[in-house]
């Protein structure tokens, strides 16, 4: 008899949700213990259900699946998991190199067994935590920089940051919870101190970042960012091209 596995799925269309658990559901040992469409869901579900294992959709509104990964992480609630996803390759080049598991939609029934076997063959294994941290690192989420204000220092997480704009010789950090936060370096060096290809130059006095970023108008030559509160910057026109190019 297989060994007992208890799965949380995570996908934002009720469709998939509900596929994957009659899959799941079907094979031997194994106990879907809930589903959430959204991943502030899925976060109180694991606290309170502590599933073996999580089948976790990568693109969905507002907060990706890796997104949920290091906020469990923080937490110190580090499961195990199983990505699903349409055709990704730089999520699924990550996922491969951090010898995490993933399926792409549709969902073949025999592959979904074969990863679960899979994840019964390596759940003893006791180097979770580096390959989260492996995971993170390459996908840029999570990493916190260290940036000076005027009366000390701030140690933000880059995923956290929505945009940054020029404040003469300051820069304005603006977060995702509505804080503001003038730092005191100029927009060139703070440039530089970002990590990753999340952030973009628009001008010479913003740069946004991309996982916030929602609608570009090319006629009024604003970009739109959804944070606390949605926000307009204006893009320089010579770097428009860049922006449609790089989306």
């Known amino acids: 008899m297989?060994?007992?596995?208890?799965?949380?799925?995570?996908?934002?269309?009720?469709?998939?949700?509900?596929?994957?658990?009659?899959?799941?559901?079907?094979?031997?040992?194994?106990?879907v213990a809930g589903k959430a469409e959204h991943v502030d869901e899925a976060f109180e579900m694991v606290v309170q259900l502590d599933p073996d294992l999580i089948l976790l959709d990568i693109q969905m509104p507002v907060k990706t699946g890796f997104e949920l990964v290091n906020m469990l992480h923080e937490r110190g609630l580090d499961q195990e998991y199983i990505f699903v996803t349409a055709y990704d390759e730089y999520a699924i080049d990550a996922i491969k190199a951090s010898a995490f598991d993933y399926l792409l939609k549709p969902v073949d029934p025999g592959e979904l067994e074969a990863a679960l076997d899979r994840f019964r063959n390596r759940r003893e294994e006791k180097l979770l935590n580096e390959r989260i941290d492996q995971l993170l690192g390459k996908l840029g989420i999570g990493?916190?920089?260290?940036?000076?204000?005027?009366?000390?220092?701030?140690?933000?997480?880059q995923d956290d940051i929505v945009c940054c704009t020029a404040d003469g010789n300051y820069?304005?950090?603006?977060?995702?919870?509505?804080?503001?936060?003038?730092?005191?370096s100029n927009l060139g060096s703070v440039e530089g101190m970002l990590d990753g290809d999340d952030f973009f130059r628009i001008s010479r006095s913003?740069?946004?970042?991309?996982?916030?970023?929602?609608?570009?108008?090319?006629r009024?030559?604003?970009?739109?960012?959804?944070?606390?509160?949605?926000?307009?910057?204006?893009?320089?026109?010579?770097?428009?091209?860049?922006?449609?190019?790089?989306?």
Do not use: H
Request: aromatic content about 4%.
């Open 2 to 31: 297989n060994e007992p596995i208890t799965i949380l799925i995570v996908d934002d269309e009720p469709e998939a949700r509900d596929l994957l658990g009659m899959l799941a559901a079907r094979l031997e040992g194994v106990t």
């Open 143 to 157: 990493k916190k920089i260290k940036l000076n204000t005027r009366s000390g220092f701030l140690v933000i997480s």
């Open 171 to 184: 820069t304005k950090i603006w977060l995702r919870n509505g804080r503001q936060e003038i730092i005191s």
């Open 206 to 218: 913003g740069i946004i970042n991309f996982k916030y970023l929602v609608q570009v108008d090319t």
């Open 220 to 247: 009024r030559g604003i970009c739109k960012l959804d944070g606390e509160e949605m926000m307009e910057l204006k893009v320089a026109r010579n770097r428009l091209g860049k922006l449609d190019a790089l989306l």
